[in-house]
């Protein structure tokens, strides 16, 4: 794919990709096609040097699908789908650490997460990135036809980090919710989905939120479990952001995961996130 309209700059040899030279206020319908298509070709785009506010942040979001409820974290006044990610300079714990795909115990997970920097470290604080999709398509046949005819439970509960109110209850600057009601999220999705817009394969699995196949017990699932999530993270697979108050990244929940790197104490970030584009994973 070329690109006439914004300048795009890979990240890693998996995916990622750092986009220059566009307004996400003023996208005619060109400049967005390549946006769309650079969001395809390389699942997580850093979009440099915007100026949202939380209606252009809407406005940015519906191109890619409607709004996604996030149940755990209360949202901006005025804007219910949009919730600030805060990490005080006094915390030492921070959200959306460990490695996940968002949401996946909803029945339709969201496609895409925009989350938009407001204020950054000095230095720490980047995501990490990888490609699910290549991770599959490095699996043996006869893994790939194993893991074919598998489907995952995937909850809230966040089973395999003490649960999501011993979490949430060290999450000390952000209006978390609702966090004894996370059992209670439960979907079963396959552990291979296919993206509708490309027909490419991915894992969709995680040991954050997967706690085992269905028709399996959790003790049988577990091994195969972090094995995939091993797998998923090798270095050839990822990519890194490091973020600057006006970067949007954006990024494909169905072929990514992603893990906030909490390597800052003692500063401040803060960061403004939406779920868009609710999918039936297939
Ligand atoms: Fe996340």
């Given at each position: 794919m070329s690109y006439d309209r914004i300048e795009v700059t890979p990240l890693a040899g998996a995916l990622g990709a750092e986009i220059r030279g566009v307004d996400l206020r003023r996208l005619d319908n060109q400049?967005?096609?390549?946006?769309?298509?650079?969001?395809l070709e390389f699942h997580v785009l850093a979009i440099r040097d915007q100026e949202l506010s939380p209606d252009d942040i809407m406005t940015t979001g519906r191109r890619f699908g409607e709004p996604n409820f996030y149940p755990f974290v209360t949202g901006m006044d005025g804007y219910p789908y949009i919730f600030e990610v805060i990490k005080e300079p006094s915390?030492?714990?921070?959200?959306?650490?460990?490695?996940?795909?968002?949401?996946?115990?909803?029945?339709?997970?969201?496609?895409?997460?925009l989350l938009y920097a407001l204020e950054t470290p000095a230095r720490g604080g980047d995501t990490l990135?990888?490609?699910?999709?290549?991770?599959?398509?490095?699996?043996?046949?006869t893994m790939k036809d194993l893991l074919g005819r598998l489907k995952g439970v995937n909850s809230a509960g966040l089973k395999h980090s003490g649960g999501?109110?011993?979490?949430?209850?060290?999450i000390g600057g952000m209006k978390i919710q609702g966090a004894d009601t996370a059992d209670s999220y439960e979907a079963v999705h396959p552990v291979v989905r296919t993206c509708p817009d490309t027909g490419r394969k991915s894992l969709y699995v995680s040991r954050a939120h997967t706690i085992r196949f269905e028709g399996m017990t959790e003790d049988e699932s577990r091994p195969l479990i972090e094995w995939l999530q091993a797998h998923q993270i090798r270095p050839e697979f990822t990519c890194r952001v490091h973020w600057e108050p006006g970067t949007l990244t954006v990024w494909d929940n169905r072929c990514t995961q992603h893990n906030a790197v909490n390597d800052y104490n003692g500063q401040r970030r803060v960061m403004r996130r939406l779920t868009v584009g609710p999918q039936t994973p297939i």
């Open positions: 400049t967005w096609s390549e946006v769309h298509e650079a969001f915390e030492t714990r921070n959200f959306g650490g460990g490695w996940h795909s968002d949401t996946t115990y909803l029945p339709q997970p969201p496609l895409a997460t990135y990888c490609n699910t999709a290549a991770a599959y398509d490095a699996l043996s046949d999501r109110s011993a979490h949430h209850a060290a």
